[in-house]
């Protein structure tokens, strides 16, 4: 991808979204402000990812320099009207991989671009079906990996993905973090103009 010497920051500490655009293979760098990613309770799904966007993108606005690209993002799930976000301990993390057991779910994320002229955010939704997940698959899951710093306290490319998600709707890469291919896009369309 020719970026018309633009430089690309992402906002993101997650080495998931790190890797995803080295994968790419667009150079760019990392830098993150710490930010309050708490939201008004009358939002509701697409509405909480795409608010928690716009907080992360604040810090930057009065410090983007012309041909800079900053890209922001933010994935939650969202299970019968409730958002999910990252477990503060390993026993939240159990009671939102029970809720989530046997059930379908969307994970929301939503991504924000800020150049010198504009701020866009696209937003992409994935439908993804649990099987009833036994108590002691979760109990495993919850000892040997690392959910306390994902969305609804799991990773779809982690044991409990493999062996837990029965079906997915929509994006696989918007389920690990980052819509991949939407993000190339958007990336392709504004080096161009």
């Keep these: 991808m020719n970026l018309n010497d633009y430089e690309i920051i992402l906002a993101s500490g ?3 979204r790190k ?10 760098t990392i830098k993150t ?3 309050d990613e708490s939201f008004p309770p009358e939002l509701k799904g697409n509405e909480i990812a795409e608010f928690i966007v716009r907080q992360k993108n604040a810090p930057f606005v009065n410090v983007i320099q012309p041909k800079q690209i900053v890209i922001t993002a933010d ?11 990252k477990p503060k301990n390993k026993k939240i993390a159990k009671e939102m991989l029970k809720f989530l057991s046997g ?6 994320t939503s991504v924000g671009f800020l150049t ?10 994935t439908k993804v079906f ?14 040997n990996a690392l959910p306390l710093d994902k969305a609804g306290a799991y990773g779809i490319q982690e ?3 493999k062996i837990g998600i029965i079906q997915i709707v929509g994006s696989y890469t918007n389920v690990v973090g980052l819509p991949l291919a939407q993000v190339k896009d958007k990336i392709s369309l504004l080096v161009q103009e």
């Design 75 to 85: 994935t939650i799930v969202w299970c019968e009207n409730k958002c999910l976000g």
């Design 33 to 35: 402000h710490w930010v």
């Design 159 to 161: 044991w409990i993905g």
């Design 103 to 108: 059930k379908s779910h969307e994970v929301i």
């Design 130 to 143: 649990f099987k009833n997940l036994a108590d002691q698959e979760i109990d495993y899951y919850i000892e």
């Design 116 to 125: 010198t002229k504009k701020f866009e955010i696209i937003t992409e939704n």
């Design 14 to 16: 997650s080495p998931r």
């Design 19 to 28: 890797d995803f655009l080295e994968s790419l293979k667009i150079p760019f």
